[in-house]
T-cell receptor
Framework: EAGVAQSPRYKIIEKRQSVAFWCNPISGHATLYWYQQILGQGPKLLIQ????????DSQLPKDRFSAERLKGVDSTLKIQPAKLEDSAVYLC?????????FGSGTQLSVL | QKEVEQNSGPLSVPEGAIASLNCTYSDRVSQSFFWYRQYSGKSPELIMS????GDKEDGRFTAQLNKASQYVSLLIRDSQPSDSATYLCAVKKRTGRRALTFGSGTRLQVQP
């Protein structure tokens, strides 16, 4: 069974630039999550999708972050404009029943 | 008060010893509890889940849950150097936001 796919693996940008991350969940998983993990901290939920609808985006900084999940499969997370404090690993996950499976993440460095 | 609290460590144990990792949570409506292991530079992977009070064993791992005291723990028996990693506690609520809320993790070092 293929795991959660994410790209790119690494991204370096300058502040005020924009960046986008892509995620393809495990086949058949209806729920998809984007988490932000800052170095030394646990993952923090940004947004949760159920199929192509948003379940929870209460912690998403909507002035600069946006996410979509068209057709209930792939998802894209965008940051525009990026700030220095956005430097983190962005983890995509999908779930079956209660269990969460993470992708390898995108490490973002904002200079 | 953080929703999920863990001691950041590092917790250092000798090879073959029992490692004990603890986690407390603040919201009594929490329903499901998980332990994830995260190696440096890698993504978290699920080790154990526990839903009811008591102990749950899986190989060298035992998860313990005490809902009255709002804590969950993970015991690793016969610790190996390959167990050296950060262990994340995660909690899922019964109501409200139902995605997992993670603690900041405890770094475990197993000394050969």
């Amino acid at each position: 069974e293929a795991g959660v796919a994410q790209s790119p693996r690494y991204k370096i940008i300058e502040k005020r630039q924009s960046v986008a991350f892509w995620c393809n969940p495990i086949s058949g998983h209806a729920t998809l999550y984007w988490y932000q993990q800052i170095l030394g901290q646990g993952p923090k939920l940004l947004i949760q999708f159920q199929n192509n609808g948003v379940v929870d985006d209460s912690q998403l900084p909507k002035d600069r972050f946006s996410a979509e999940r068209l057709k209930g499969v792939d998802s894209t997370l965008k940051i525009q404009p990026a700030k220095l404090e956005d430097s983190a690993v962005y983890l995509c996950a999908s779930s079956s029943l209660e269990k969460l499976f993470f992708g390898s993440g995108t490490q973002l460095s904002v200079l | 008060q953080k929703e999920v609290e863990q001691n950041s460590g590092p917790l250092s144990v000798p090879e073959g010893a029992i490692a004990s990792l603890n986690c407390t949570y603040s919201d009594r409506v929490s329903q499901s509890f998980f332990w994830y292991r995260q190696y440096s530079g890698k993504s978290p992977e699920l080790i154990m889940s526990i839903y009811s009070n008591g102990d749950k064993e899986d190989g060298r791992f035992t998860a313990q849950l005490n809902k009255a005291s709002q804590y969950v723990s993970l015991l690793i028996r016969d610790s190996q150097p390959s167990d050296s990693a950060t262990y994340l506690c995660a909690v899922k609520k019964r109501t409200g936001r139902r995605a997992l809320t993670f603690g900041s993790g405890t770094r475990l070092q197993v000394q050969p």
